[in-house]
């Protein structure tokens, strides 16, 4: 029998504060289903754009890619030029292409990193005023991360849709 959503399985070891958990369980479950949607498939179908949706390749790299950028902010922190111009590389295969492997490996460790940040974010730092972007639009910490697990959570599901239609036309 499957397991039940992360969300249905309690707490998860280190998030203390419970403002916080709804992040952490968002993240986990997202890795568990992009994980379950592009394993296998191949190179050809991981980089397919079908109807001109973002191709699965790009959510793959785009979920950790954006995590790490909105908690960058909730850090207080502007982006680095090197994570502009990644941002900018999302959609390119590369030469050779990524394979859903290796994708997969980077989008868990990029979670990963993000269950540390939460794990240390104290409750009483949460409605600390951020700002972001070169426009310094105003925000807080836990806007932030609460954005970082919508917004992975937005991709999840368009890489399962994705990947059934590509997977379906192979």
């Not at 070891?13 to 289903?33: C, F, I, K, R, T």
Request: no cysteine; glycine share 10%.
């Amino acid at each position: 029998m499957a397991q039940p959503d992360a969300w249905l399985r309690g707490p998860i070891e280190g998030v203390e504060s419970p403002y916080l958990m709804p992040v952490a369980h968002a993240l986990v479950q997202a890795v568990e289903d992009v994980e379950g949607a592009a394993a296998g498939l191949t190179t050809e179908q991981l980089w397919a754009r079908p109807g001109g949706a973002a191709a699965v390749g790009f959510h793959l790299r785009h979920i950790p890619g954006v995590v790490e950028r909105l908690l960058t902010y909730a850090r207080g922190e502007q982006l680095s030029p090197e994570q502009l111009a990644a941002s900018q590389r999302e959609g390119e295969p590369g030469e050779p292409p990524e394979t859903a492997e290796a994708l997969l490996a980077k989008l868990r460790a990029g979670i990963d990193r993000a269950m540390e940040q939460i794990k240390a974010t104290p409750t009483e730092a949460l409605l600390e005023p951020r700002e972001v972007g070169r426009k310094r639009i105003p925000s807080n910490v836990l806007g932030l991360l609460f954005h970082a697990a919508e917004h992975a959570q937005r991709h999840t599901g368009q890489t399962v849709a994705t990947a059934k239609v590509v997977r379906a036309k192979g």
